[in-house]
Every structure is written in C-alpha cells, then in structure tokens.
C-alpha cells in the first residue's frame, strides 16, 4: 500500500533521481492489453458506423476525421453532423488539420494550445467580446500565420474587439489601430510613442517604424564546413524514413510549416549525439529564492566585496542565511494559505519587501545597501563595478538583449524568451559545442532579433556548429544552411522538402518557405 500511495496514485512523470531507478526495477508500464491504450470499454468500443468505432474516429488526423464525416448522412443527427463538421473545419482552417482528437493536451507546444482556445471561440455566437491574444504567432511559419490572420479578421468582423500583443510584421500588418511601446526596455520602455495605422507607423522613427521599413537582405557568404553530423533512416514521430546531414561549425536552421516534424528530426539528432546543448524556453534551474545574480554567480563576489568593505562575515548579505528577515524568511512577501482558494502574497512589512534584516541596510559598498545594489539594472550595475568577475557575466548578459533586468529580479518572473536568452548567455566563450535553440525569437522585436544573429554568428566563429528551429525570416536569410521540412503537416510532413544555401531556396518551386523568403527580400 505504501508503494501504491508513493508511486501509482502519483504521475510517474514527477519520479526522478534513485527513485526513478528502482520504481523501473519493480514497475513495467505499457499500453492496457485490454482497451489498447482508447481508455474505453468493450461495450463502447463494439458500437460502430461504418466500421470504425469512437477510439478510431479519435486517433484519426483531423483532416481525414472530417472527409469521414463529411461521408455520413442521417437527416436525425444532421444537426450534430454539421456542428462536428463545422469544429473540424475551424481547426482546419488554423493549421492544426495534423492533429488527432485524442491527442493529449500536456502535448501540445504553446503556439498549438493558443490556437485550440482560438477555434473555441471562434465557433462561439456571442458578440460584442474583447478579445486579447497574447503573440498568437508563436511558432507558427508565415504560411501558417496568412490563415491566422484570416481567423482573427473573422473575429473581428462578428462584431467583437480584438487586441493583440505581437511582433510578427505580418499580423501588425492587418491591424486597423497600431499602439507602438518604447522606445526601450524596462525603466527605459512604459510610454505611447506611436498610435495610428499600418502606413503611419511606418513614418516614424520608432524602433518598430525602422524595422518595418529596412531592407531585407540575404547573407552575403555561406561558411564552410569542418565535417558533419548524420542521421539515418529515422522515423522518429510523422518523419517517413529521413536521412540528412548537418554540417559542422555552421548557422543550419531547421525550418517548415508547424508540425512538419522539424522537432521530430532535430530530436533524432539529440537522440544520436549526447553532447549536444539544448537551449530553449522551458523553466530554470533555482527555487523561487534565485535571482539573475545567485544564476550567475555574481551574488557570490557582491557579497565578498560587502563583507571586505565593512569587516563583517559574508553571510549577512544572503536573504538566506545570516541576513534574511526574520519575519519572511527572506522571501520579501508573506504567503497566506487559504486552503481551497489561491494562497495569497503579501509585502514583507518588516523588511519592506527587499527579504533582508533592516540592521544590513547600514552597511554601504560604492555608497549603495545590498538591497540598492540588488534593485539596479544590468545596464546601471555594469557603469559602477570594475571587477572582472562581475563585469564578464553582466557584459554576456547585455549582449543578449537583457540590460533592463534587475540584478535581484526572481527567475520564476521571467519570459519564456528571457530564460532563453538568460542561458545563452552563460554559454557565449564557448568553444567546440553543439548548440539546438528551439524558437530562440520568440517574443523578441525585429530590432532584438539582429542582436540574436550576431550573438549566433559569435558562437559559430567560436568553432561551434549551431542549429536553429524557427520560422522567423529574418533568422532564415542569415543561416548557413537550410533544412526545409515538409511539405505539409502531420502525415503530409516528415520529408525533406530542401536542403542547401538560403540562395537557392528562393528558386525551389516546391518549398513554402522559399516562396515566402522570396516575398519577404521583395
């Protein structure tokens, strides 16, 4: 029973560590033999139309599920045929055709989920809504985003407000009011520099107006390269048997329409080579006490300097040792449980939030408390500290684009694209590495973007081989090299549809993303 409890009533994803190995030794999972994994009784699975139970009908791709209910007719359940129909049609219509309805939600990336919620309402009679999607581009290519776009004119035209956060020049594109943020980032960022239409932002000298308005260029010249890393035969999810090459201590990027299996072959090649780096968006390591400065080591020299400064022991500049207010344990906040409802958060009246004892405040370096110097910009930090130690990490970390953080900023706080850019930051100096970024530009502005590219150039003139999935064109026209996958999504994806210099793409008769690189240097 004790097992039971620990192990069987608990998602076996949450068991990790020593744990892991022994709950193996002692636990065999597989699919039911009984329900073949459809979760559904043999009474329910012996109901049939047209041969084909509930369970198959669920595994099937959408886009094949709605030509089968397109083949039924039954004047008493037309009206639910319709409606089904009707779904389908919508998911269709927003790319999502490669997807079975029993498709497990934990599954689905971030752009997929956004645009489920956005078929849900699209189906909707209500009217007179507001609307706001948060970058509903998100990994989506620029075929992908046309369809998008149509669906949110459709909202629009019901009759409901929508409101939309983005990057994406093609989604500005289509907006009847444009509400432009600057200029900067952070304390340098907060005001309306510009509100108006499409036309009239691309007049101003805005940092969004001057990327609008630039020449898109394709890379001069292509590196070459040292070696290469193979896969063969792999089919590995929808890929149909691929085999390809990715050349060494070059810019490859991996790209095509979403769900063309372009996660699918690179995760092939993270399968083969277990020295490859992994950059993407997903959660950093640290509890909720980490901070920019505990992640990258900087905390550690500010708190020696501190001690040196005023002779007394290091510890007392730690929220969590000698230092950390008695109160809130150097929380800064007071959590209050309120059993079934959300726990609340309160300021630390204490310390006033900064999570230190009041009695450390008095103790200054260059003039400035623990909890001033915790509260600066990476941009502000960097003018009053000489110490190399110091210096280095911020300096890498400007370069990513995240001056505007503060030193004392919670890493449980951050983007999805700051953890991202936070961890190629401690990777820039390396040497000989095989780096994978998985949408490295989400949530970036254009302007950001050319930051990320000579960041990416940087780490390749290190002699490292960098390989990108991503769909914005302004990363494609800088690569190397291009792996085009395709040509559709789901079971019409997993092939190679191109592989070569960003040049030739452009010619391709067949590949969407040539045709839309083409677009985008016209």
């Not at 559904?40 to 791709?61: F, T």
């Not at 130690?389 to 004392?408: A, D, M, W």
Request: glycine share 10%.
């Amino acid at each position: 029973p004790r097992f039971e409890r620990s192990f069987f009533k608990k998602d076996s994803k949450e068991i990790t560590g020593k744990k892991a190995l022994r709950y193996k030794e002692v636990v065999k999972q597989g699919l039911c033999p009984e329900c073949k994994g459809t979760r559904l009784n043999a009474k329910v699975l012996s109901c049939k139309i047209e041969g084909r139970n509930i369970a198959d009908c669920c595994n099937m791709q959408i886009d094949d599920l709605l030509e089968f209910i397109r083949t039924l007719s039954n004047d008493s359940v037309k009206p639910l045929l319709d409606a089904i129909a009707n779904n389908l049609s919508n998911i269709l219509a927003i790319g999502l055709g490669y997807l079975t309805l029993s498709r497990d939600t934990s599954s689905l990336s971030g752009g997929e989920s956004q645009r489920i919620k956005l078929v849900r309402h699209l189906g909707s009679s209500l009217t007179d809504l507001t609307y706001i999607f948060d970058e509903p581009s998100v990994g989506l290519h620029p075929h992908d985003v046309q369809r998008l776009n149509k669906l949110l004119i459709e909202l629009r035209d019901k009759g409901n407000t929508v409101l939309i956060i983005e990057h994406d020049p093609d989604v500005i594109a289509i907006a009847d009011h444009i509400v432009d943020m600057g200029v900067g980032a952070g304390k340098e960022g907060g005001n309306v520099i510009y509100q108006g239409n499409y036309e009239g932002l691309k007049t101003v000298h805005t940092p969004t107006g001057d990327y609008l308005n630039r020449k898109n260029e394709l890379k001069g010249s292509y590196r070459g390269a040292s070696g290469y890393l193979s896969i063969d035969n792999s089919s590995l999810h929808n890929l149909k048997d691929v085999s390809v090459h990715i050349p060494k201590e070059v810019l490859t990027v991996v790209t095509g329409v979403a769900g063309s299996g372009k996660s699918s072959l690179v995760k092939s090649f993270i399968n083969q080579y277990k020295d490859i780096v992994v950059i993407d968006q997903s959660s950093l390591r640290g509890s909720k006490r980490s901070n920019i400065a505990t992640y990258t080591g900087i905390s550690d020299v500010v708190r020696k300097l501190f001690a040196n400064q005023n002779g007394v022991k290091q510890s007392l500049f730690s929220n969590n040792s000698d230092g950390a207010c008695p109160e809130c344990r150097g929380l800064g906040y007071i959590s209050t449980d309120l059993a079934f409802l959300d726990a609340v958060e309160i300021r630390c009246e204490h310390c006033n939030g900064t999570g230190f004892k009041p009695e450390v405040l008095k103790y200054k370096l260059k003039g400035k408390s623990i909890t001033e110097i915790m509260a600066m910009t990476i941009n502000e930090a960097n003018t009053i500290f000489d110490e190399q130690e110091i210096v280095q990490p911020l300096n890498r970390l400007k370069e990513v684009g995240l001056g505007y953080l503060t030193l004392g900023q919670s890493l449980n706080t951050f983007s999805g694209g700051e953890r991202q850019r936070l961890k190629l930051a401690t990777e820039l100096g390396k040497k000989g590495y095989i780096y994978v970024f998985d949408e490295p530009t989400t949530g970036l502005h254009g302007s950001d973007i050319s930051k990320l590219i000579k960041l990416f150039d940087k780490l390749v003139d290190d002699k490292n081989t960098v390989i990108i999935i991503e769909h914005s064109m302004d990363i494609i026209s800088q690569a190397d090299w291009i792996v085009d996958m395709g040509l559709g999504a789901g079971k019409n994806g997993g092939s190679i549809v191109f592989e070569g210099f960003p040049k030739d793409i452009i010619t391709d008769s067949v590949s969407l993303t040539g045709k839309h690189l083409k677009r985008y240097l016209e």
